[in-house]
């Protein structure tokens, strides 16, 4: 039976099978193109129709499989040039694949291939494996293994699954968030709307029944198991999914940081290619950002390569990790001497 209904293909599913079908073809596909025969897109995709929803989650897309390192390119039709409606998309191979002077042993390509296989058979459903089947015999997927791309995508939170499951069922369902800053998680109870990934994250736009207030939780503070409560609520009106985008992008366009980064350096390769920045005249970049402690741990994961400018809340967080490693470090010395 065929699939029709989108919130059955898990999104990760859905970039996969895009980011397959870029990587096979050397012009490039059209928007069309894309929405008309991936899996994730065909299933929504009305021939002559109205498609703006559908081309809106292919814009929101391309920008996740940029934020997780595919080098998505944009390139004229030959002989339209400057007909935006004819743009294709594509993503080189030799941006993507490993380096040539990389090379494995046996013992460590059995290993990759081991976990690629695990990673593949727990990942993907049977009916995007169909759909990989159908985009090889239109000549898109090459014959080379999925080894080299599949583990780039970002696995699912533990929470994933089962707030899918009450989505399907409109179950409310209890669980324990962490808030940053609290000591203690606290128990909320909420009705699941959507799940969506912004920036690369999980998260879950709910309400709380009691308030009816909507809220958005980041799947990662989830440190329990998600419970049902027994009680169910109505199907959801409108577009929640893009209801919740928009709020989150909204978010992540107030919040910006200014930063310095060491000419070169993995920091300065990686966030002069971060959505969104502004190389400003200092030289210093100007960056967004959804989180602050989230974001914080991100630029202490670089270490002397970064020096926050502004916010200054982001600026004493970034400066409050780099002192708990260097404690950290302090007394493992201490303790081996």
Known sequence: MPVTSSAKIPVEERLFSLVLALLATETGLTKNEVLSTVQGYRQRYRPGGDNANLERQFERDKDDIRDLGVPLETVESPGQAGNNQNLRYRIPRGAYELPSDITFSVEETTLLNLAAMVWREGSLSGESRRAMMKLKGLGLVP????????????????????????????????????????????????????????????????????????KTFLLRRIVSQITTTGATFPAPSGDQTGRALRELE???????????????????????????????????LRLHYSDANIFADELAGYGPEVLVLSPPVLRAAVHSRLLKTVEEHTDREASNG
Do not use: C
Not at 170 to 180: E, G, I, M, T
Not at 255 to 271: F, G, K, N, Q
């Open 250 to 284: 909204e978010v992540w366009n107030s919040h910006t940081a200014d930063v310095e980064v060491v000419a070169d350096s993995d920091a300065a390769t990686r966030l002069h290619k971060r959505r969104g920045t502004v190389i400003l005249p200092s030289g210093a």
């Open 143 to 214: 014959d080379e293994p999925v080894l080299g791309y599949a583990p780039r995508l970002r696995v699912r939170d533990a929470a994933f699954e089962p707030l899918r499951a009450a989505l399907e069922k409109n179950a409310v369902v209890r669980f324990a968030y962490l808030k940053p800053g609290e000591a203690e998680a606290r128990v909320r109870t909420v009705a699941p709307l959507a799940l969506i990934q912004h920036q690369g994250r999980w998260h879950l736009h709910a309400e709380e029944p009691d308030t009816r207030m909507t």
